[in-house]
């Protein structure tokens, strides 16, 4: 890789790492201090802060959508391709819980990669949860519901409530792979 490549390579990897924390604060100065790079360095190679933190953004959020595929390996039985997505997500997700929860509280995308993000969600992610569900409880009826109740069920309490020590009846929330298998042993009934 020559000298322009590995510049641009290191100012995308450290604005992703920056992104993981939110995106208020991130200035063209703290990425290029953090990347040991010149300031003009990110207008030369990419014209503006916005279209680094796209890019960013898209590596970002492409990162977190690819843990969905997990659902698609026919070689594991559906809990097991189920349980294997909800850890790899949930623990992602609490990498990124920041700009997750600025996305949220903003109640507006701020970048183009959270929007298509969501977009992924809505037309595939959430249906390959629904058939990995109806694999496993061979049932129909109310799978977009229960797909995305179970989603978040497991998610929210992983990943927002147990960095507030929150504690439900001395049920511990960073057990993530227990709250995985009650979830599972409940649909399966």
């Not at 990110?42 to 997990?70: M, P, R, T």
């Not at 026919?74 to 609490?94: G, H, T």
């Not at 797909?147 to 978040?152: L, P, T």
């Not at 001395?170 to 009934?189: N, P, R, T, V, W």
Request: proline share 1%; hydrophobic share 40%.
């Amino acid at each position: 890789m020559d000298n322009r490549n590995e510049t641009k390579q290191k100012i995308i990897d450290t604005t992703v790492e920056l992104l993981k924390n939110g995106i208020d604060y991130i200035t063209v100065r703290t990425i290029t201090e953090l990347a040991g790079v010149n300031v003009s360095a990110v207008n030369y190679h990419f014209g503006s802060l916005y279209n680094l933190l796209s890019i960013a953004g898209d590596k970002l959020f492409k990162e977190i959508q690819n843990i969905f595929y997990i659902l698609d390996n026919l070689n594991l039985s559906p809990e097991i391709r189920l349980k294997k997505f909800l850890i790899e997500y949930s623990v992602y997700a609490k990498k990124i819980k920041k700009i997750i929860l600025q996305t949220l509280e903003h109640g507006t995308f701020q970048l183009s990669s959270q929007e298509s993000y969501f977009m992924f969600l809505k037309k595939e992610g959430f249906k390959k949860i629904q058939n990995v569900l109806k694999e496993i409880t061979g049932k129909d009826e109310n799978l977009d519901i229960f797909a995305f109740q179970s989603f978040i069920g497991i998610l929210f309490p992983y990943v927002v409530l147990n960095d507030c020590n929150f504690h439900f009846d001395d049920f511990d929330f960073s057990d993530l792979e227990k709250q995985i298998d009650i979830f599972l042993s409940f649909i399966k009934k």
